[in-house]
């Protein structure tokens, strides 16, 4: 009872989290670490953080590591909408053991060329940039109650200016039942040193949510997710998806994001697990600059 009072507390201080940090909307650097890394979450519209299914899900939520009994390694791409200039990948590797499990994880944003303009609008010439996260992390799932925790060292460059994160995620959940889980997560908690001389806000975020899962019916599973987030800059989000399993080689989702301070947003996709290699896609909807195709290439062994 104290693990869980202790998971419901971490809960409702996500939900009121914005009370205690904030910044002006959207300040925070390095806005790629938050970026939907795995088809799952994209598809999910963000929800599900209670409830990890693979270790592609540990740059967002360093829970995930503990979601397999193999050895994973694997693969995330996302290919932008075509009037977004840009290539993210990352790739993910976790590894069981006994009751613990270690994780690693790379990801890379980089951008076409961009226009550099003065004051005045004017066209001054081109610029690169591109942003990279390495991170190493721990996990511990005794029972039916997990912990883990995530160092990561980041980077962004744009022009000749360099900025870096040291960073760190941690996350609890705890399953009541097996119908009933909750979780929270903390992600990006740090330092960010200064980029062009000006003090950068991390993208600190809290995550909280409940999954309801109804195994075993016929043969398909179900698993209902509502999520709570908040990132410093931010104003409140409510993520909800649905998940429906076929046999638990074929996996159907969609979500749908509240966001107030930018746009709402649907989603979905499907996943496909065969033996040891699992395949997934995403869409999702970004109203203002088209959709974004997710994509996953997994292997466990």
Same mark, same amino acid.
């Given at each position: 009872?104290?693990?869980?009072?202790?998971?419901?507390?971490?809960?409702?201080?996500?939900?009121?989290?914005?009370?205690?940090?904030?910044?002006?909307?959207?300040a925070?650097?390095?806005?790629?670490?938050?970026?939907?890394?795995?088809?799952?979450?994209?598809?999910?519209?963000g929800?599900?953080?209670?409830?990890?299914?693979?270790?592609?899900?540990?740059?967002?939520?360093?829970?995930a590591?503990?979601?397999?009994?193999?050895?994973?390694?694997g693969?995330?791409?996302?290919?932008?909408?075509?009037?977004?200039?840009?290539?993210?990948?990352?790739?993910?590797y976790? #590894?069981?053991? $006994?009751h613990? @499990? *270690?994780? =690693?994880?790379?990801?890379?944003? /980089? &951008?076409?060329?961009?226009?550099?303009?003065?004051?005045?609008?004017f066209?001054?010439?081109?610029?690169?940039?591109?942003?990279?996260?390495?991170?190493?992390?721990?996990?511990?799932?005794?029972?039916?109650?997990?912990?883990?925790?995530?160092?990561?060292?980041?980077?962004?460059?744009?022009?000749?200016?360099?900025?870096?994160?040291?960073?760190?995620?941690?996350?609890?959940?705890? #399953?009541?039942? $097996?119908?009933? @889980? *909750?979780? =929270?997560?903390?992600?990006?908690? /740090? &330092?960010v040193?200064?980029?062009?001389?000006?003090?950068?806000?991390?993208?600190?975020?809290?995550?909280?949510?409940?999954?309801?899962?109804?195994?075993?019916?016929?043969?398909?599973?179900?698993?209902?997710?509502?999520?709570?987030?908040?990132?410093?800059?931010?104003?409140?989000?409510?993520?909800?998806?649905?998940?429906?399993?076929?046999?638990?080689?074929?996996?159907?989702r969609?979500?749908?994001?509240?966001?107030?301070?930018?746009?709402?947003?649907?989603?979905?996709?499907?996943?496909?697990?065969f033996?040891?290699?699992?395949?997934?896609?995403?869409?999702?909807a970004?109203?203002?600059?088209?959709?974004?195709?997710?994509?996953?290439?997994?292997?466990?062994?």
């Amino acid at each position: 009872m104290k693990k869980i009072f202790f998971l419901i507390t971490f809960c409702a201080l996500a939900c009121f989290a914005g009370d205690y940090w904030n910044a002006e909307s959207g300040a925070s650097a390095m806005k790629f670490l938050y970026l939907k890394s795995s088809p799952r979450m994209a598809a999910l519209g963000g929800a599900g953080v209670a409830s990890p299914q693979s270790a592609s899900e540990l740059s967002r939520n360093p829970l995930a590591m503990l979601a397999s009994r193999e050895a994973e390694f694997g693969l995330n791409q996302i290919i932008f909408a075509e009037d977004v200039e840009a290539s993210f990948t990352s790739l993910y590797y976790a #590894l069981p053991y $006994k009751h613990f @499990a *270690f994780s =690693a994880g790379l990801e890379f944003l /980089g &951008y076409g060329d961009l226009e550099g303009r003065d004051e005045d609008g004017f066209l001054t010439g081109e610029y690169s940039s591109s942003a990279y996260a390495l991170q190493l992390g721990v996990g511990f799932s005794p029972n039916m109650f997990k912990w883990a925790f995530t160092a990561r060292l980041a980077s962004q460059t744009i022009d000749d200016e360099t900025a870096f994160g040291f960073l760190v995620d941690g996350g609890v959940s705890v #399953l009541l039942n $097996k119908y009933i @889980a *909750f979780g =929270a997560t903390i992600t990006n908690a /740090g &330092y960010v040193t200064a980029y062009d001389s000006k003090h950068e806000v991390p993208p600190t975020a809290l995550q909280s949510g409940i999954t309801l899962q109804i195994p075993n019916v016929s043969i398909f599973d179900f698993a209902l997710h509502a999520d709570l987030y908040r990132r410093a800059d931010s104003d409140m989000h409510f993520f909800s998806g649905l998940e429906i399993a076929y046999l638990k080689i074929l996996v159907l989702r969609v979500g749908y994001a509240v966001r107030p301070d930018t746009e709402d947003g649907v989603s979905g996709g499907l996943g496909v697990c065969f033996g040891g290699i699992s395949v997934d896609y995403a869409y999702e909807a970004n109203p203002s600059l088209g959709g974004n195709h997710h994509l996953r290439l997994g292997l466990a062994f």
